[in-house]
């Protein structure tokens, strides 16, 4: 990679800082339309950027639908006015009620929710009838994720009649999430996807036997993108895609999306050989073991240590000069995860021609924000 990254006004910069660079955005953006036949079976995933700024430019691009895992980042997506989006998540009654409220204050918006039981399907039917809505939900099925989701089998069956019985509630679709495919081999990869998608085919089949009627299928993230994206009549919903980061960088090279956020950070001491930068536990991912957290753009040569919350402290290797790193240095890096980090920010820098101009604000972060 070239110096794409570096900005010319860092001296005003405070650090830890995370910079996002809103060309490369757009690109990614206009990667995944090519990637697909139609935007309209786009439904990205918000959870990586929850930013208006960034919504405001996949609507501008002609994608209308979304997908979204908290209340916080479902209010965001209806103050942009989206057109439809999916709480991929199954509502307790108290978030279900924040969600009606979301239904009652942003009517050009449709929401819809996720459920796998029946013990829930009856609690928001009950609620729904009482507040006076049509509540529209999508079954969470179980392919491999083994999270959430119910089996597609017998149980879906049964579940999916009894949510058509129930008053205030309206079937919308299916929903399927294989995030546990990572496979880096690209033939392997699609194996493991196609077995998940047989599961859904066949419970597909089944349904359409027991007059269930159509129904919207919204599967896959960021992984297994491409494969589904071939599918005519289903909705996709990566994520990642939006920001990249340095992991999918590694495991997914078939897909051809731009790093567009980036870590700032800088050297703040030099004890005893080591170096230690600002970019502790509060300014990156931390769930990955320690030496998967960053990748250092501008000094590869670094390995890390140690880290904690403010601090992480790395080493150069033994053969290069012990100054070539001096405090206040400025490194550049990418997260191996970028969803997590983004959270981690208030805001985030947006950088044009090498200078950061101005800040957006990371909206849904937030638990919530009016409901």
Known sequence: MDNWFEIENSDSVD??????????ILANIRMLKSMIDDPRRLRPHVKTHKMAEVTAMLLAEGIEKFKCATIAEAEMLGQCVARDVLLAYQPTQVKLYRLIELIKKY??????CLVDNPTSALMM???????GIELE?????????????????????ELAKLI?????????????????????????REIECEAGFDLVTHLVNRLKAESIGTLDIVIGGTPTFPFHAKRPNVECSPGTFIF?????????????????AVLMTRVISRPEGRICLDLGHKAVASENPLLSRV????????????HSEEHLVVKEKDSLPENTL??????????????????????????????????????????????
């Open 107 to 112: 009517p050009q918006t449709t929401f819809s």
């Open 137 to 157: 939900v999508f079954i969470d099925l179980n392919i491999g994720m083994n999270r959430t989701g119910i089996s597609p089998d017998e149980s879906t069956l």
């Open 164 to 188: 058509v019985s129930l008053p205030s509630l309206k079937l919308r679709g299916l929903h399927a999430y294989d995030g546990q495919i990572h496979t880096q081999d690209l033939a392997l």
């Open 244 to 260: 990249w980061d340095f992991g999918y960088l590694n495991d997914c090279p078939e897909q051809k999306f731009l790093p567009a």
């Open 125 to 131: 039917a009950q609620v729904a009838t009482e507040q």
């Open 15 to 24: 650090s830890p800082v995370l910079l996002v660079y809103p060309e490369r």
């Open 295 to 306: 990748h250092f753009l501008n000094a590869a040569h670094l390995h890390l240590e140690s």
């Open 326 to 371: 001096k405090i206040g240095d400025v490194l550049y890096a990418l997260p191996i995860h970028i969803c997590p980090t983004v959270a981690l920010y208030e805001k985030v820098a947006w950088v044009q021609n090498r200078k950061v101009e101005g800040y957006w604000q990371v909206t849904a972060r937030n638990r919530a924000l009016s409901i």
